[in-house]
Structures are given as C-alpha cells and as structure tokens.
C-alpha cells in the first residue's frame, strides 16, 4: 500500500492565488519528497525536505514537515498557469533512504 | 542536472509478444534504478529495485516472471514485460539515484506509454 495521501486530490484556484496541497504519512521517515508531474510526461524533483527540518523554501515554493503528526504541505505562492499539473510527495524510509513511496497525488487547475 | 532517458517513449504491441524498455542515465552512473508503474490519473506505484550486478528486489504483488529486470550496466536497466496483455497497458517509469553528498537524489525518465491491444 501507499505510503502517503494527499489532499486535496484535486485543486483549482485563480492565477496569482496561493495553492496549498497537503501529505500524511504513516511510518517514520528519512526524508520527505515533492515532484511535479505534467500530463503523461516524467517527474521533476520539487525540494527534499529531510526529517529534522521544519521549514524549507525554494522561489515560490514552502515545504513544512511536522513529523509529530506525519505531514507536509507544500505551498505554491502567486500561482501562474504553468504550475497545472500534478503534484506529489514521496517518502524515503528510514530502513532504505533511496527507495521511495509515492502519494496519491494532487491535480492542480490553475485558472487564468 | 542529470539526465536520465527512456526508449521507447510509445510502443503499441499485440496481446501475447513480449517488450523491452531501457533507462539509461545519460550522464552519471548508476548503481541503482528503480522502475514505477503509472495507470491514468493515478499515483506512481513502485515495481522493483533494480541493482547493478545483482538481481533486482521485487515489490510484494509483482510478478517477477512478468516484468524481467535487468541491471546490465551502471548505465542501463531493461524492463521486459513478458506475454504481455491489455492489462499491462500502463505508463512505466524509470528513476536512477544519483550518489550525491548527503542524500541518494533520484532523476526519473520521460515514461513509456505501454498499450498491449
């Protein structure tokens, strides 16, 4: 079984609006992961946030983890069309910090 | 940043023949890959951990038989999908860890986009 949920699983929001997607996971981890994924292409690695951090940032992205309740959440500030797609986090397992176990995802709409 | 690539990108096969799907790490060696399995709309689930120079770590449910891997190189990983069926239609993707200083970075490739008719 998967690892993690996200919600939501689908999101629309307004060009220039804030998009918040939201991960719960269920067993300790090494790190956490956030890919992007545009339709029927690969994946592009967001930002690694590992499991004695708290905050981390890149450009208009906010990753917070709070381990206590086995969550992120990955923030998208001043949303542009080109942020559609689908998002995802993974977990690394502390027994293999390579291998990693996808979420089910959240389809992000941005309207223009 | 590293490259990793996959071939075929598309490939349409007939019930029952059987197809092969490389991941190559374009630029840095590899000695492991791992290779997802993607249905529509739907999250990546992972199929097997392929090792360089060993056999590759099958995830529980998936048939070790069906989807052959092998690791032949610190630059490529083959998946064969063996008698295929429609049911095996999906998207694969392949993701090489790279060696990096403080944690093994994953770079995945494009897909391929399976379709047995």
């Known amino acids: 079984s998967q690892q993690g949920e996200e919600d939501p699983q689908a999101l629309s929001i307004q060009e220039g609006e804030n998009a918040t997607m939201n991960c719960s996971y269920k067993?300790?981890?090494?790190?956490l992961q956030w890919y992007r994924q545009n339709s029927g292409r690969g994946l592009v690695h967001l930002i690694l946030?590992?499991?004695?951090?708290r905050e981390k940032h890149s450009g208009r992205l906010r990753v917070t983890l709070d381990t206590s309740k086995k969550s992120s959440s990955l923030l998208i500030t001043a949303s542009r069309a080109a942020d559609t797609a689908s998002y995802f986090c993974?977990?690394?397992?502390?027994?293999?910090?390579?291998?990693?176990?996808f979420g089910s995802g959240t389809r992000l709409s941005i309207r223009p | 940043g590293a490259v990793v690539s996959q071939h075929p990108s598309r490939v349409i096969c007939k019930s029952g023949t059987s197809v092969k799907i490389e991941c190559r790490s374009l630029?840095?060696?590899?000695?492991?890959m791992f290779w997802y399995r993607q249905f529509p709309k739907k999250s990546l689930m992972l199929m097997a951990t392929?090792?360089?120079?060993?056999?590759?770590?099958?995830e529980q449910g998936v048939e070790k038989d069906k989807f052959l891997i092998n690791h032949a190189s610190l630059t490529l990983s083959t998946l064969t999908v063996t008698s295929a069926h429609p049911e095996d239609s999906s998207f694969y993707i392949c993701?090489?860890?790279?060696?990096?200083?403080?944690?093994?970075?994953?770079?995945f490739g494009p897909g391929t986009r399976l379709t047995v008719t």
């Open positions: 630029d840095f060696q590899a000695t492991t």
């Open positions: 993701s090489a860890v790279f060696p990096g200083l403080e944690t093994l970075e994953q770079y």
């Open positions: 946030i590992r499991s004695n951090e």
């Open positions: 067993t300790s981890i090494n790190n």
């Open positions: 993974a977990t690394a397992l502390y027994s293999s910090a390579s291998k990693i176990i």
């Open positions: 392929s090792n360089e120079g060993s056999k590759a770590t099958y």
